[in-house]
């Protein structure tokens, strides 16, 4: 079931502090761990409980696992935004090798019968 994210999908804040207690721990451990930055954990941790609290989850039953889930997308969400912008510093004769290859790719496809 997906949800609207309106204020009535929203959790009641003493639910979400109790979940936080709950599940922070848990969840700023993996962000950390995929990040290597603990101050980048701790964002990945506010956001999961923004979303979680503007009722993201859809009615998820289990919310540990949810937390975890949506932690780890998180997480790897920056980091792939990470090597996106080391990909971007790389000399631009990686972009041509790309391309060759990209042709020679659809000049190998076209050529099946």
């Not at 639910?15 to 964002?43: I, K, M, P, T």
């Not at 932690?71 to 990909?87: M, P």
Request: hydrophobic share 40%; net charge negative.
């Amino acid at each position: 079931m997906a949800t609207t994210g309106t204020s009535a999908d929203r959790l009641a804040p003493q639910s979400l502090a109790a979940l936080y207690e709950q599940h922070a721990g848990r969840c700023f451990g993996l962000a950390n761990h995929l990040c290597g930055d603990q101050d980048r954990a701790a964002e990945i941790v506010q956001e999961v409980f923004i979303d979680l609290w503007h009722g993201r989850a859809g009615g998820e039953p289990d919310l540990g696992c949810w937390l975890a889930l949506h932690t780890h997308r998180l997480a790897v969400e920056w980091l792939r935004q990470g090597s996106a912008g080391s990909r971007a510093a790389r000399p631009a004769t990686d972009d041509i090798l790309t391309a060759d290859l990209g042709v020679a790719a659809r000049q190998l496809l076209d050529s099946i019968p």
